[in-house]
């Protein structure tokens, strides 16, 4: 008899001879496994409970990661089992006539049945996973809070995805995430999954796993191991939270009405979820919670986490909204969903534009965004980079505003109020007449990233800021060229060469009098530290798409390929050994400053393998 230790060692250099084996074996410890090149389980002997899970949707037999919460569970049923060959059966006292649970096994499904005879209904049976370990998430429809309909989609960010389908159409499964939610709320992170057992209503239920991936299939990519991440991961931007019911940071952490358009442009690249779901859908829902009047972080009255520490909504929050709803309705083309909801749209784009005080084309923040105006009682400045004292006219929120408003413009078109499409163009008209002379930095080269009251110019080189205005069409090709070159030279002279770790924000430091976080932790006075230039993937994207929109495909691949190769590493995600800091941001030379542990918009980068496609 072997250790259960030395048989997870032996399994995994067995290589052909076990993987296929196509049945469950006993593990010293009396417990049963079952291994296939797509997962490997591992169940108590004494009751249905996971002991060891892990995937690999690519089928390489990469199955060392389990990611189980490991805790005591207290069995108030007894249950005896059996295994024949691929199938492990539980019986109960009440249910000796046939499996209360029973798992079959195939090499990339398993099917988990529960079937009720008489007596008691039978217990659910819970799939718990240690958040620490893996960011898993459930994404499907919500029918309410913590349940999920089927089909449904169970995704583990570098390891692998289920498509999970039921038999039995009236019965939700149970989801729910915890971190936690407050500075003295403590616990560990956990992702849960409960199965409902068989009752006297459904007698027979069976859950069926099947092992996917999901990516879009590219004809430049195939056979090529470069985009193993790509395929294993392109999903990740899509984490739910069950407790709001809305696309979130990640499953346990807080949605952000300003990271909305990022799902929307992701959603319209991402094949179909399921039969019944598409990304698009969970856009939708996530919106449907706006609409309804949630508040998430970037707006006055998010109670959630820490809150939201400003007077005033974030600047980029309504074009976020209003790009996520219009990019909805322009490629599902739902004119009905659009009629239902355009007046409530339209209400956040007035709004947005009444920020425009001095009419000067350019919508603004509460804030002054004057150096040294971050002093006092603490408070967030106009945007998603909230450590950086971004105020009043603000560059990265006035693209967004451009973008969403050229987007309105559209479905009132579309929806035939030509009003309404002649004011939204004109004011998008008059936005980017206004931007360039705005922002444009002759000093530098390149658009600073806010004008404050005083009519300051605050630039630190964001990239971010300038391959935006290029993405959404502010600046001309020429003008987006000469602001590329100027920043990739910049990068040289600041010797930014990590690739692998994304790019920074901004390229040279946040002075103390334009940081408005003032702790070291995020960054105030520490360089490369958070968003003081800390290297992210998160807003790389728009970086290389600019540089291939511009034809410079060698600069664009010489930062796309080194971070496809951190994504099949898993190099974004997780805790960073001995720390507590986590992969989502990191300095130059790769310590860990995140926080979050799984970061949703890292993976936006993903799009710019269509770009590298597209101009081939």
């Known amino acids: 008899m072997q250790s259960r230790r030395h048989f997870i060692k032996q399994s995994s250099l067995a290589g052909i001879a076990l993987i296929g084996r196509g049945k469950w074996v006993s593990t010293r410890e009396n417990n049963f496994s079952y291994l296939s090149p797509y997962y490997k389980l591992e169940l108590a002997a004494a009751g249905p409970q996971l002991l060891f899970f892990s995937t690999d949707n690519l089928g390489q037999g990469q199955l060392s990661n389990s990611p189980v919460l490991k805790q005591k569970v207290a069995n108030t049923v007894a249950y005896n089992s059996s295994i024949k060959k691929n199938t492990i059966s539980y019986y109960t006292g009440d249910h000796k006539a046939a499996p209360a649970w029973e798992i079959s096994c195939d090499k990339k499904s398993f099917t988990v049945q529960t079937v009720w005879k008489e007596g008691a209904p039978i217990a659910m049976f819970d799939l718990s996973f240690a958040q620490r370990l893996n960011h898993c998430t459930l994404l499907g ?107 979130a940071n990640n499953s ?118 004057n150096a040294g105006s971050w002093t006092g009682t603490f408070k967030r400045p106009a945007n998603w980079w909230d450590t950086i004292g971004f105020g009043h006219d603000d560059a990265y929120s006035n693209i967004l505003a451009y973008r969403a408003i050229t987007l309105l413009a559209t479905v009132a078109e579309q929806l035939n109020n030509k009003k309404d499409e002649e004011f939204f163009t004109a004011f ?76 920074p924000g901004n390229l040279i430091p946040i002075t103390d009098a334009d940081y408005t976080h003032h702790d070291a932790r995020w960054g105030y006075q520490h360089f490369q530290v958070y968003e003081n230039g800390g290297a992210t993937g998160c807003y790389a994207y728009f970086t290389i798409h600019a540089l291939f929109k511009l034809g410079m495909r060698q600069e664009a691949e010489a930062i796309l390929f080194p971070m ?53």
């Open 141 to 247: 429809a919500m029918p309410g809070q913590q349940q999920v309909q089927f089909p449904c989609v169970l995704h583990f960010p570098g390891m692998g995805t289920f498509r999970i389908h039921c038999n039995q159409p009236g019965v939700a499964l149970g989801y729910d995430a915890y971190r936690f939610h407050g500075p003295n709320e403590k616990g560990e992170p956990y992702i849960r999954l409960s199965l409902p057992g068989a009752s006297a209503g459904n007698p027979r239920i069976s859950y069926q796993f099947e092992s996917v991936a999901i990516f879009p299939e590219l004809p430049g990519i195939r056979q090529d191991a470069r985009f193993d991440g790509f395929r294993k991961n392109f999903i990740n931007i899509f984490q739910l939270n069950p407790r709001i019911q809305t696309l």
């Open 564 to 616: 496809l190769e951190s994504y099949t590493r898993n190099g974004f995600q997780g805790q960073c050994p001995g720390s507590e800091m986590t992969r989502d941001w990191k300095t130059w030379s790769g310590e860990c400053w995140g926080y979050e542990g799984f970061l949703v918009d890292n993976y936006l980068p993903f799009l710019a393998v269509f770009d590298r496609e597209n101009r081939s």
């Open 428 to 503: 998008a008209t008059k936005l980017k007449a206004a931007f360039y002379p705005a922002f444009y930095n002759s000093a530098t080269g390149v658009l600073a990233g806010w004008r404050s009251k005083d009519g300051q110019l605050h630039d630190y080189y964001f990239l971010f800021v300038n391959s935006m205005a290029i993405t959404y069409d502010l600046v001309d090709a020429a003008t987006g060229r000469k602001l590329m070159q100027v920043l990739l030279q910049k990068m040289k002279e600041v010797n930014y060469t990590r690739f692998d770790l994304g790019l």
């Open 252 to 369: 346990a952490s807080d949605a952000c009405a300003f990271t909305m358009y990022l799902y929307a442009e992701m959603a319209r690249k991402t094949p179909a979820l399921t039969p019944k779901l598409t990304a698009m859908d969970l856009v939708r829902s996530s919106l449907e919670q706006y609409l309804a009047g949630m508040k998430a972080y970037g707006q006055v009255g998010y109670k959630g986490g820490y809150g939201w520490q400003s007077e005033f909504d974030s600047c980029d929050s309504a074009p976020s909204l209003i790009m996520s709803a219009c990019y909805y309705i322009i490629d599902t083309k739902n004119l009905a969903w659009a009629g239902k909801h355009y007046e409530a749209i339209k209400a956040w784009a007035i709004t947005m534009i009444d920020t425009d005080r001095n009419k000067d084309g350019l919508i603004e923040y509460g804030y002054s965004g």
